[in-house]
T-cell receptor
């Protein structure tokens, strides 16, 4: 089956620093990837759609200058949380799309970000 | 646009009893349907999916779900739960023919009582 690797699984950073999270599709190419965020005891909400070779599309209310997305290759998308604050502490998870078709989304393992 | 409603935020159930977790959805287009499970401090695991065909879908860990198009429901059931089933369960949809962008319900916390 399709495998998506997300790294790191956990990260603790100081307030004001930046953190980069990687999402890789290991055995397929993904022109489209998605980034979701889950606050404690809440559901997963789509943050942005990452498109290879073009700008990401952000959902309403998500600051594009704070959450930088780069999808420079067909197997890698990165999410950088810039100038992180404690309120950015959350569970971030990506999914990669193998293309249009009868299939489910393939999720990474998620990243637990704690900003202290 | 799609939306997913999980009617119960928490469901306590005794071990070995049956359980049903309810899910209704709304969409202007045809969708695929999914149930995911999330154990504490872990990622998502796909329990089962409905893409096409038989409306009764069997998944992992003894779970099954039935797609009811007229009622726009996709309820999850298990005839006998175990302590290890204690987790958060998310119902989700994605648009048919799309790139698998997922809309999640708010989640149902299943608490299995010994």
């Amino acid at each position: 089956g399709a495998v998506v690797s997300q790294h790191p699984s956990r990260v603790i950073c100081k307030s004001g620093t930046s953190v980069k999270i990687e999402c890789r599709s290991l055995d397929f190419q993904a022109t489209t990837m998605f980034w979701y965020r889950q606050f404690p005891k809440q559901s997963l909400m789509l943050m942005a759609t990452s498109n290879e070779g073009s700008k990401a599309t952000y959902e309403q209310g998500v600051e594009k200058d704070k959450f930088l997305i780069n999808h420079a290759s067909l197997t890698l998308s990165t999410l950088t949380v810039t100038s992180a604050h404690p309120e950015d502490s959350s569970f971030y998870i990506c999914s990669a799309s193998p293309g249009m078709g009868d299939t489910e989304a393939f999720f990474g393992q998620g990243t637990r970000l704690t900003v202290v | 646009a799609q939306s997913v409603t999980q009617l119960d935020s928490q469901v306590p159930v005794f071990e070995e009893a049956p359980v049903e977790l309810r899910c209704n959805y709304s969409s202007s287009v045809s969708v695929y349907l999914f149930w995911y499970v999330q154990y504490p401090n872990q990622g998502l695991q796909l329990l089962l999916k409905y893409l096409s065909g038989s409306t009764l879908v069997k998944g992992i860990n003894g779970f099954e779900a039935e797609f009811n198009k007229s009622q726009t429901s996709f309820h999850l059931r298990k005839p006998s739960v175990h302590i290890s089933d204690t987790a958060e369960y998310f119902c989700a949809v994605s648009e048919i023919g799309g790139y698998q962008k997922v809309t999640f319900g708010i989640g149902t916390k299943l608490q299995v009582i010994p």
